[in-house]
T-cell receptor, first 115, second 117 residues
Framework: AQKITQTQPGMFVQEKEAVTLDCTYDTSDPSYGLFWYKQPSSGEMIFLIYQGSYDQQNATEGRYSLNFQKARKSANLVISASQLGDSAMYFCAMRGFTGFQKLVFGTGTRLLVSP | NAGVTQTPKFQVLKTGQSMTLQCAQD?????MYWYRQDPGMGLRLIYY???????DKGEVPNGYNVSRLNKREFSLRLESAAPSQTSVYFCASSEALQAGVGNQPQHFGDGTRLSIL
């Protein structure tokens, strides 16, 4: 079974600062994928970034980057130069590659960006 | 750029009523999913359809049924609604749910806010 843990219920950051949202995972799969989604107050789920367990480099996507530490089983999302529009819930999720495995989500972290 | 379209966006039901939530995607995706989102619990998978013609139970299937009508459409039915089914329901789709392939993100609809009194 897979499990995602997001230990930060809420995070605060000032505009233009960087922020790290934590995500740890547990899986027995030798290969797997990790995803981050953003859910603004309007409710939709927006895919942000993907990291494969065998990717040689940490994933980056614009202001988003993933600090992937495989030995620690962590996949933290780093948002650089925070903007007011980054205020939202952020969900970490993973999927194992063995068999027909589904996406498992964490409970989310609420990020508030202040001016 | 419709992506995944869910209808309705809001609904209030009385206990015991039935209802079908509709979902359609225009991305030619093979796999579709239904989730529910409750406060403090993230998203939990109700049912999924790996490909047209197949459906399987997810983590919390009790009280729900699904139909994969065609490649585009995947509906979720509550036969006899209960207050415990008050939630936000999300439909999602992805290119394919295959063994050994896992990098396709799921694309989500805007959700249906369902209240059962």
């Amino acid at each position: 079974a897979q499990k995602i843990t997001q230990t930060q219920p809420g995070m605060f950051v000032q505009e233009k600062e960087a922020v790290t949202l934590d995500c740890t995972y547990d899986t027995s799969d030798p290969s797997y994928g990790l995803f981050w989604y953003k859910q603004p107050s309007s409710g939709e789920m927006i895919f942000l970034i993907y990291q494969g367990s065998y990717d040689q480099q940490n994933a980056t996507e614009g202001r988003y980057s993933l600090n992937f530490q495989k030995a620690r089983k962590s996949a933290n999302l780093v948002i650089s130069a925070s903007q007011l529009g980054d205020s939202a819930m952020y969900f970490c999720a993973m999927r194992g590659f063995t068999g027909f495995q589904k996406l498992v989500f964490g409970t989310g972290t609420r990020l508030l960006v202040s001016p | 750029n419709a992506g995944v379209t869910q209808t309705p966006k809001f609904q209030v039901l009385k206990t015991g009523q039935s209802m079908t939530l509709q979902c359609a995607q225009d991305m030619n995706h093979n796999s579709m999913y239904w989730y529910r989102q409750d406060p403090g619990m993230g998203l939990r998978l109700i049912y999924y359809s790996a490909s047209e013609g197949t459906t399987d139970k997810g983590e919390v299937p009790n009280g729900y049924n699904v139909s994969r009508l065609n490649k585009r459409e995947f509906s979720l039915r509550l036969e006899s609604a209960a207050p415990s089914q008050t939630s936000v329901y999300f439909c999602a789709s992805s290119e394919a749910l295959q063994a050994g392939v896992g990098n396709q993100p799921q694309h989500f609809g805007d959700g249906t806010r369902l209240s059962i009194l």
